[in-house]
């Protein structure tokens, strides 16, 4: 039984709720923390200690494509280009559970080491001052920080770290937006496949082209080391390398731009914890940001088994969407949660999820906003809001479509 809390129709997509999730999630996480939604025919679970625990259950399964593909794609009517698509999909490992999980992120740890992501400091900088000074010479003192500084900073790191040429790297964006679609859109809207199968069948077969060269002319880069990335019991398979790069790329892009955005927003809306901002910010202060305002909105899971919690029954088959950015406003877990304070120690955030699918991506993700956040308040004078920022309408993730700035020139 659904409890009567005038939550029944509670719905994250709402245009209020697209802007700011808080109240909502606030509500949720107070009168109905395991809440069943007719809308979306999901659970959202919204405390702490429930999203904890969930993220570290094995009956909250990440393997959810594969059960889709064979329910949707496998029959003879079936799109050949969207049921491709979702082979790729189902090889990245997070939508995986072990062994695979375990197999394929044991193989990318080889390649995509801390000693990889340390020696990209340097050029994180130089890519940042390039694209600010680009913003600058326009001249206007407007710009939009997502389309002009985070999206193009994040997609030229990510793609610089997995060797691809320069020259490619526009069409490379252009892919990996219709990718989006296809992973954030929500099984089963088809307008959105359509694009994002489109987009990976030609991102899939320009990676492929390019592993092929790397392995002739072996680089210095990520795609060269998931090549070689082996241990005594294994090695990656080239569709795993290429599916692995897909994802990397998209993993490695959409939502450091979202938090570059969100936290230079936030720093914007609070004179006083933007005056602490000085140098580069460390990895406290990131985390922070990440806490106060993260993309992990919701993070999904489905059940392979019949769970109780908190009284209420949920059923093997059903999905869950367990929910970071409201665990990281929890006030039994976190003091003053509304509260930006980039000083703040203590409980750790879930903003980069949790258990065995934590952000394999973190060190990479907090060195680019550390980098991004303080350069762009140093080199943009007087930087502010100059409209209403344009928000993602998905469930899974927070970000900004458009954030229209303004700052002082001359
Ligand atoms: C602020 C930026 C980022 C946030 C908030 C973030 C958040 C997350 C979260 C919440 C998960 C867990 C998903 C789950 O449990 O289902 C995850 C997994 C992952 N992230 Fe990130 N991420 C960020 C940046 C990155 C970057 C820069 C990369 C790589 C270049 C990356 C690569 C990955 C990978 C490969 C996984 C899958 C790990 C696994 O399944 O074992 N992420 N991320």
Not at 33 to 61: G, I
Not at 175 to 189: A, E, H, P, Y
Request: net charge negative.
């Amino acid at each position: 039984m659904t409890p009567m809390t005038g939550l029944e129709h509670a719905d994250l997509l709402s245009d209020d709720a697209v802007i700011d999730p808080y109240p909502l999630l606030a509500a949720l996480r107070e009168h109905d923390p395991v809440h069943w939604s007719t809308r979306y025919r999901s659970w959202f679970v919204t405390r702490y200690d429930d999203v904890t625990a969930a993220l570290r259950d094995p009956r909250f399964s990440s393997d959810r494509i594969a059960p889709y593909r064979r329910a949707k794609l496998d029959g003879p009517d079936a799109d050949p280009e969207l049921r491709a698509a979702f082979g790729v999909l189902e090889d990245w490992m997070v939508f995986k559970d072990p062994p695979d999980h375990r197999r394929l992120r044991r193989l990318l740890a080889r390649a995509f080491t801390p000693r990889a992501v340390a020696l990209m400091a340097p050029r994180i900088r130089v890519i940042a001052h390039e694209l600010l000074d680009d913003v600058l010479a326009v001249g206007s003192g407007e710009s939009d920080l997502v389309r002009d500084f985070a999206y193009p900073l994040t997609a030229s790191v990510i793609a610089e770290m997995l060797g691809v040429p320069k020259q490619d790297r526009e069409q490379f964006k252009d892919w990996s937006d219709q990718i989006t679609g296809l992973v954030f859109g929500g099984l089963g809207n088809t307008t959105r496949h359509d694009a994002g199968a489109r987009g990976m069948r030609e991102l899939t077969d320009y990676l492929g082209r390019l592993v092929a060269d790397h392995e002739q002319h072996p680089g210095d880069d990520l795609l060269t080391a998931m090549i070689s990335a082996r241990d005594d019991r294994d090695a990656l398979t080239p569709d795993e390398v290429i599916a692995t790069g897909v994802l990397l790329l998209f993993a490695g892009h959409e939502t450091t731009t979202s938090l570059i955005g969100t936290g230079l927003l936030a720093l914007l809306g609070d004179p006083e914890q933007r005056d602490l901002v000085t140098g580069t910010l460390d990895d406290g202060a990131v985390d922070e940001l990440l806490r106060f305002d993260g993309p992990a909105k919701t993070v999904a899971r489905v059940l392979v088994d019949d769970v109780e919690l908190r009284g209420r029954s949920m059923h093997r088959g059903d999905r869950v969407f367990l929910s970071p950015a409201s665990a990281n406003r929890d006030p039994s877990v976190f003091e003053r949660p509304d509260v930006l304070d980039l000083t703040r120690t203590g409980e750790r955030h879930l903003g980069f999820g949790i258990g065995a699918h934590f952000c394999l991506g973190a060190p990479l993700a907090r060195l680019e906003t550390g980098v991004a956040v303080p350069l762009a308040l140093e080199r943009l004078p007087g930087l502010r809001l100059a409209a209403t920022p344009q928000w993602h309408p998905v469930l899974l993730s927070r970000g900004m479509e458009r954030f229209p700035v303004r700052f002082d020139v001359g």
